[in-house]
Nanobody, 114 residues
Framework: QVQLVESGGGLVPPGGTLTLSCAAS????????MAWYRQAPEKQRDLVAS??????TYYADSVKGRFTISKDDTWMLYLQMNSLKPEDTDDYYC?????????WGQGTQVTVSS
């Protein structure tokens, strides 16, 4: 059973930098892509950035040029977030999709405020 555990969230001032990490355990196999989503209370969960196992990436328009998604060979997924804005405040979720089903982490909170 694949498990995803996020870390790295916290409080950061506007313009600041934060890096989120996601550890995938349980021997992921047949993975199609991994991604970061974010969600504000009572709002839908939106895709922030994704990366296929082939290395192709996608970024939401709102984060292009500021966020970078990356993955290492040990199934760690990262989201480097630069030039953070108050509107980036959300709960961030790690997502893994393989040929059988999607998996989600529990989320990590990011607050951008002075």
């Amino acid at each position: 059973q694949v498990q995803l555990v996020e870390s790295g969230g916290g409080l950061v001032p506007p313009g600041g930098t934060l890096t989120l990490s996601c550890a995938a355990s349980g021997r992921p196999s047949s993975v199609v892509h991994m991604a970061w989503y974010r969600q504000a209370p009572e709002k839908q969960r939106d895709l922030v950035a994704s990366m296929t196992t082939g290395g192709a990436t996608y970024y939401a328009d709102s984060v292009k040029g500021r966020f970078t998604i990356s993955k290492d060979d040990t199934w760690m997924l990262y989201l480097q977030m630069n030039s953070l804005k108050p509107e980036d405040t959300d709960d961030y979720y790690c997502h893994l999709y393989n040929v059988e089903r999607p998996y989600w982490g529990q989320g990590t909170q990011v607050t951008v405020s002075s």
